[in-house]
């Protein structure tokens, strides 16, 4: 089974690419999908198309069994959220048209899974990461670190299913 975590941004999203096979895990890709481009205008109206481009390009390389995207959490500023909202919205679609299934969990959900500990940090959680999976290194940045959280918590709550 193949599963796509997006981590999503409306200037940086994560994605990270993991297959399961029984219960060994194994990280196939990783980056970042960067929607803020040096010379380039980085309205929210320019940055969206880059972001999609950005993650149908890993969709169609990767064709994934289930992508899980971080649910929606609470933000203290609303423009800030209403920006989220529309990038979650370009990776839904993104991963809508591949026909996979979708999934969302929560940042505690992922960290709990993932960690143990809703609350940890994100360089607890790149640790963690980089445990399951047996990298050498940490992932970096955090965004494809935290992509390849959503990915890895993913298959644990689907044991049975692939």
Same mark, same amino acid.
């Given at each position: ?13 994560? /994605? ?13 890709? /990783? ?10 205008? !980085? ?16 969709? !169609? ?43 969302? /969990? ?10 143990? /500990? ?45």
């Amino acid at each position: 089974m193949i599963v796509i975590g997006i981590d999503p941004g409306s200037r940086v999203t994560g /994605y990270g690419v993991v297959s399961r096979q029984g219960s060994q895990l194994q990280c196939i890709g /990783y980056g970042v999908v960067r929607g803020i481009c040096r010379g380039e205008s !980085n309205e929210l109206h320019d940055r969206l198309p880059r972001i999609y481009r950005g993650l149908r390009e890993c969709l !169609n390389l990767h064709p994934p069994d289930a992508v899980a995207l971080e649910g929606i959490f609470h933000a203290v500023n609303a423009q800030t959220a209403l920006k989220l909202g529309q990038a979650r919205g370009v990776a839904l679609l993104a991963a809508a048209q591949t026909g996979a299934e979708i999934f969302e /969990y929560s940042p505690l959900q992922v960290k709990k899974s993932v960690v143990g /500990y809703g609350r940890a940090e994100k360089s607890q959680v790149q640790l963690m990461v980089s445990r399951l999976l047996g990298l050498k290194k940490h992932p970096k940045p955090h965004d494809a670190a935290d992509a390849l959280a959503i990915a890895i918590c993913h298959t644990f709550h689907s044991r049975g299913q692939g």
